[in-house]
């Protein structure tokens, strides 16, 4: 059971789309569209954005969204704010569940 | 609304065992798993493990198999983690989270600051 593997940052100027990626092995994701994605603020409990790979819970901004190609899930800000500035995690189900190593967004 | 409430910091010495709580509220207990998970200072989400409070059913993470034990009390609506053997690296963040399927983690408790130090 390994952690997929996240860029360590991204950044972005205001308005901005960015990408960040979310790669693991066939094992981590392979037959389960079981993918989320968490914001987590300095100091704050972790966030859900996307759960089911594309889906925003109620009350997450549609500037969020989510896709997966193969072994790589993605997670798109769109129209980014300075509020979006914070660490971001994919989490993925293999033999229990995993998280990836996080990215940290930077709004210039 | 849904809340997740868990106790207080603690400081532990080396080879000592502690116990977080993670008290819900505003839902049905059983209905939803909750789920452990730690955070180092300045590293990333950690999993440790999973229970079902409807019938106790557990599951952990390979590196906490036979550390970490999942238990809860129905008529409190509270779950625990137990870590025992702590040491250095034990020290985080732990959180605990409701399993909302298919919504996933949709609810965090606060936070439990523990500290592991001679």
């Known amino acids: 059971q390994s952690a997929p593997t996240q860029p360590a940052s991204v950044s972005g100027s205001p308005g901005q789309s960015i990408t960040i990626s979310c790669t693991g092995t066939?094992?981590?994701?392979?037959?389960?569209?079981?993918v989320s994605w968490y914001q987590q603020h300095p100091g704050k409990a972790p966030k859900l954005l996307i759960f089911g790979v594309n889906h925003r819970p109620s009350g997450v901004s549609h500037r969020f969204s989510g896709s997966r190609s193969g072994n790589t899930a993605s997670l798109t800000i769109s129209g980014l704010q300075a509020e979006d500035e914070a660490d971001y995690y994919c989490?993925?189900?293999?033999?229990?569940?995993?998280f990836g190593g996080g990215t940290k967004v930077t709004v210039l | 609304q849904v809340q997740l409430v868990q106790s207080g910091a603690e400081v532990k010495k080396p080879g000592a065992s502690v116990k977080v709580s993670c008290k819900a509220s505003?839902?049905?207990?059983?209905?939803?798993?909750i789920d452990w998970v730690r955070q180092a200072a300045g590293q990333g989400l950690e999993w440790i493990g999973w229970?079902?409070?409807?019938?106790?059913?557990?599951g952990y993470a390979q590196k906490f198999r036979g550390r970490a034990t999942i238990t809860r009390d129905i008529s409190t609506s509270t779950a625990y983690l137990e870590l025992n053997s702590l040491t250095s690296e034990d020290t985080a963040i732990y959180y605990c989270?409701?399993?909302?399927?298919?919504?996933?983690?949709?609810?965090w408790g606060q936070g439990t600051q523990v500290t592991v130090s001679s």
């Open positions: 229970m079902s409070p409807k019938n106790g059913d557990t």
């Open positions: 989490c993925s189900y293999s033999l229990g569940r995993v």
């Open positions: 066939s094992s981590d994701f392979g037959n389960y569209d079981f």
């Open positions: 505003g839902y049905s207990f059983i209905n939803n798993n």
């Open positions: 989270a409701r399993y909302s399927n298919p919504v996933d983690f949709d609810t």
